[in-house]
């Protein structure tokens, strides 16, 4: 036990996930070798993710304002939405450069274990926007596990009669660089089963 | 990137030792999920430690006053003081229940490649500390590692000459519950030259 506020500190950075009391003790003491301005600048970003932090009225997206960069961007295709669970999700696909459309962030998936139903996610508000004529292409890109799986095919029946608008799902396959002798069945199974023609 | 003050958060958690890119994002989404007045908690922990932690005047332990607990507690032996290179290190030994003398940290070990010397650690300090006729005993608690040897050897030498004083060294040898066939051939030699007569 230290003197209260290393103390106190050790605490409160021990509730961090991923942090165990040894990690917690080796950050205090180096905060405490650092210059104030850091440990403060660490302390106000702290504060104003509380602060200012909100949900994209149209995506729920994180951002600092009313609306998102992403759904604010005149210059990403109006046309197609991408689904995902998380805001975390949506960073992961802007790093592939792969998608110019827009995202609709469910805020996770449907889990009965975690007492999650489809009127706890954003789902409703997905649907209102799919009234938008403009839009004609919703990729369902939840989690390739149970209860992403489960959300992608409640989603795919729910939105699946929407006329002027295809539904899609990202592929799944063999990681790249993966050794084949080393991936999972279900994997190789999908790999299989999702094979395409050479061009 | 996230949108303003979540990716500041990220940058400024990725700072801290032992967190990675992984680590800071999944830290700061799960503090965007817990009530403000815990973010503020742990914010208030961190603008508290740089504004309230001191060094004992007399021992240079961490402390919120001017003298630390172990310092001001009359029920500790000052007639034992045992000399460690951290405060990290004075809570590792109050663990053991083993000692209730009082400590000397000395912030630090004598290391030519980190360009640390004697006159960069509170040496001076302790010799001032030994005029005090009460001393009898100063144990020389640095690491059993290069440094903390090197540094112990320094300290035994320079106070060697004071009389009335006893300096001890804590006991190397194998550590308890290890595997004798595992031990590295230094500390098995160590456990060696240091046997002692079964009582």
Redesign the interface.
């Known amino acids: 036990?230290?003197?209260?506020?290393?103390q106190?500190?050790i605490?409160?950075?021990g509730?961090?996930?991923?942090?165990g009391p040894k990690?917690a003790?080796?950050?205090?003491?180096?905060?405490?070798d650092q210059p104030?301005e850091?440990?403060?600048?660490?302390?106000?970003?702290?504060?104003?993710?509380?602060?200012?932090?909100r949900f994209c009225e149209i995506c729920f997206?994180?951002?600092?304002?009313d609306v998102?960069?992403i759904c604010r961007d005149p210059k990403r295709d109006a046309s197609s939405i991408c689904v995902v669970e998380?805001?975390?999700d949506v960073?992961a696909i802007?790093r592939t450069r792969e998608f110019r459309g827009r995202y609709h962030v469910l805020g996770g998936s449907i889990s009965p274990i975690a007492g999650r139903g489809p009127g706890d996610l954003h789902i409703a508000e997905l649907v209102r926007r799919l009234s938008d004529a403009a839009i004609t292409e919703v990729i369902l890109a939840t989690n390739p596990n149970l209860e992403g799986e489960a959300t992608a095919t409640y989603l795919s029946r729910l939105l699946g009669q929407t006329p002027g608008i295809r539904i899609t799902r990202l592929a799944s396959g063999l990681p790249v660089g993966a050794d084949l002798e080393y991936a999972d069945e279900v994997t190789l199974g999908r790999a299989f089963s999702g094979r395409r023609y050479v061009d």
Chains 1, 2 share one sequence.
């Open positions: 036990m230290y003197d209260g506020p290393v106190d500190l605490d409160e950075l509730r961090l996930p991923g942090i990690s003790q080796r950050i205090a003491f180096w905060l405490l104030a850091d440990v403060e600048r660490l302390a106000q970003a702290l504060i104003e993710v509380k602060q200012k932090v997206n994180v951002t600092d304002q998102c960069r998380e805001s975390k960073v802007e």
